[in-house]
């Protein structure tokens, strides 16, 4: 089974400043016959379902805002969020999905500073 | 609006069993693969299994391997989720999820909100 980790497990950014979370799985992703990374990353506000966010590692899914943004390939990934706003408070999700289990990371808590 | 809508969430002993059902309104259900996955209180997400879109792939999660069970009903745009000798680490909110892909190996883009499971005694 591939093992996702995320770091850190909680962040504190100041309002407008950048976030950065990283995933790491144990293998690579990156599946050869289409090229593309098999890496997604959700977002989940308390008493709500996640929410996909990136998907292939760095498409936004549509109505999400472009100061989210996903970049990485192989084995590392990273979830940018370029200006912090008060409503991105939530915890933060990376899953492989290159082979079941559809393994994630453990959560990144994403508070304001 | 597609929904998926999550019921049979109760609060069961452990040893006892419980079918979960996600119901799906929307048109591209039999030619989705489904996911569930649960989110014990205060925790992350776990993924637990996957079914294809026909039926006849299966994946489970270790945690959950022997006791429980994923199917669909295509003509009836339901999910199921058999759950036998429940254990008290079992306790948490399922979740369906699904891409629209009939491929299983793709991302989530259709959550439910949820059912809650707790095994108590």
């Known amino acids: 089974d591939i093992v996702t980790t995320q770091s850190p497990d909680s962040l504190a950014v100041s309002l407008g400043e950048r976030a950065t979370i990283n995933c790491r799985s144990s293998?690579?992703?990156?599946?050869?016959?289409?090229?593309?990374?098999?890496l997604a990353w959700y977002q989940q506000k308390p008493g709500q379902p996640p929410k996909l966010l990136i998907y292939?590692?760095?498409t936004r899914e549509s109505g999400v805002p472009d100061r989210f943004s996903g970049s990485g390939s192989g084995t590392d990934f990273t979830l940018t969020i370029s200006s912090l706003q008060a409503e991105d408070v939530a915890v933060y999700y990376c899953?492989?999905?290159?082979?079941?289990?559809?393994?994630f990371g453990q959560g990144t808590k994403l508070e304001i500073k | 609006q597609v929904q998926l809508v999550e019921s049979g969430g109760a609060v069961v002993q452990p040893g006892r069993s419980l079918r979960l059902s996600c119901a799906d309104s929307?048109?591209?259900?039999?030619?989705?693969?489904m996911h569930w996955v649960r989110q014990a209180p205060g925790k992350g997400l776990e993924w637990v299994a996957v079914?294809?879109?026909?039926?006849?792939?299966?994946y489970y999660a270790d945690s959950v391997k022997g006791r429980f069970t994923i199917s669909r009903d295509n003509s009836k745009n339901t999910l199921y989720l058999q759950m036998d000798s429940l254990r008290v680490d079992d306790t948490a909110v399922y979740y369906c999820?699904?891409?629209?892909?009939?491929?299983?190996?793709?991302?989530?883009?259709?959550w439910g909100r949820g059912t809650l499971v707790s095994v108590s005694s």
């Open positions: 292939w590692a760095s």
């Open positions: 999820a699904t891409g629209g892909d009939v491929r299983v190996n793709w991302y989530y883009d259709l």
């Open positions: 293998q690579s992703v990156l599946y050869s016959s289409d090229n593309k990374n098999y």
């Open positions: 899953q492989q999905y290159y082979s079941a289990p559809h393994t």
């Open positions: 079914i294809s879109n026909d039926g006849t792939k299966k």
């Open positions: 929307g048109l591209t259900f039999s030619t989705s693969a």
